[in-house]
């Protein structure tokens, strides 16, 4: 149990095109995601929390209007990089709390965004 | 001083070896303390979850946190050549918010 899926799982796009990643929890529902990105040999930096039904919550130095996040329902988040040029390329990493065990993280496998 | 500190190795030890990962912190509101695994190009894997001070042992993994010294551990016994990752720490202050991360220590087993 406890499955975070993300799609695409890796995307090569001009630079100026925008970009969605779908972040999904398969057997649970989740009422906070989170979108890390994690570049080459670095931590996964936290970019913004995401609340069903609520506007995220975004770090500092984090664009809102670049990275525009939407989380539809109890099991879908998405992050749309907008305008996306080559030093947004970056690993994008979400993860999910369940709702009824709000101590445990769970992470999905990652997408590969590559801006040529 | 960033709020959690890991040597980023990368470690290489023996098949067979205790392998001992670490991490500091800075910040004592931490209470939840997580170790990931993370192969090339993959998203991190749960390995361990401690809350608060002590000791945790699951197969092969022992997690143990010391909030004292703001210091947490991860150790492998019997080291594979599959554990061969980065392994990351990761630690919270409140159950359902976002992790803080260390950087990630790459250890190779080798056979």
């Known amino acids: 149990g406890a499955v975070v899926s993300q799609h695409p799982s890796w995307v090569i796009c001009k630079s100026g095109t925008s970009v969605k990643i779908e972040c999904r929890s398969l057997?649970?529902?989740?009422?906070?995601m989170f979108w890390y990105r994690q570049f080459p040999k670095q931590s996964l930096m936290l970019m913004a929390t995401?609340?069903?039904?609520?506007?995220?919550?975004?770090e500092q130095g984090v664009e809102k209007d670049k990275f525009l996040i939407n989380h539809a329902s109890l099991t879908l988040s998405t992050l749309t990089v907008t305008s996306a040029h080559p030093e947004d390329s970056s690993f994008y990493i979400c993860?999910?709390?369940?709702?009824?065990?709000?101590?445990?993280?769970?992470f999905g496998p990652g997408t590969r965004l590559t801006v040529l | 001083q960033k709020e959690v500190e890991q040597d980023p190795g990368p470690l290489s030890v023996p098949e067979g070896a205790i392998v001992s990962l670490n991490c500091t912190y800075s910040?004592?509101?931490?209470?939840?303390f997580m170790w990931y695994r993370q192969y090339s190009r993959k998203g991190p894997e749960l390995l361990m979850y401690?809350?608060?001070?002590g000791n945790k042992e699951d197969g092969r993994f022992t997690a143990q946190v010391d909030k004292s010294s703001k210091y947490i551990s991860l150790f492998i016994r019997d080291s594979q050549p599959s554990d061969s990752a980065t392994y990351l720490c990761?630690?919270?202050?409140?159950?359902?918010?976002?992790?803080?991360f260390g950087k990630g220590t790459t250890l190779s087993v080798s056979s």
């Open positions: 993860s999910a709390i369940s709702s009824g065990r709000a101590d445990e993280q769970f």
């Open positions: 057997d649970f529902q989740a009422t906070t």
């Open positions: 995401s609340n069903e039904g609520s506007k995220a919550t975004y």
């Open positions: 910040n004592s509101a931490f209470q939840y």
């Open positions: 401690t809350y608060s001070s």
């Open positions: 990761a630690m919270s202050g409140q159950a359902g918010t976002a992790l803080i």
